[in-house]
């Protein structure tokens, strides 16, 4: 698909298929634990975020928070907006602890394979 309709109708399809899942309101944190590779690479929102707003997080990397003795964490990633990026370089997700956060899962196209 080409053009901001097939994103559009990508990032909505994803967004019902994750909101399908039952999950507990989890922080940024807990999720990443449960995640591979502590989820760099994965695109993650909140469920206050509308779901039209193309809205996501890109994680590109997740480091222990200093003297933290309870495993927390520090994320950095790319800002999406409408599917674009806000900014060219990673910045640091500050609402790591606020509950809510869940991964989102893309739609593959049948040309991407």
């Known amino acids: 698909r080409e053009g901001g309709i097939g994103l559009l109708l990508d990032f909505v399809w994803w967004r019902m298929a994750s909101s399908l899942e039952a999950a507990a309101k989890r922080t ?3 999720l990443l634990h ?3 590779a502590r989820g760099v690479g994965t695109r993650v929102a909140r469920d206050t975020w509308h779901p039209l707003s193309g809205k996501y997080w890109e994680i590109t990397a997740v480091k222990d928070k200093k003297n933290s003795m309870e495993g ?8 999406h907006w409408h599917g674009r990026r806000t900014h060219d370089t990673p910045k640091r997700i500050a609402s790591v602890w606020k509950y809510g956060w869940y991964s989102c899962v893309p739609q ?3 040309d991407d394979k």
């Open 28 to 30: 940024l944190s807990a």
């Open 72 to 79: 927390h964490l520090e994320a950095f990633g790319y800002l």
């Open 34 to 36: 449960t995640l591979p």
């Open 108 to 110: 593959q196209n049948a």
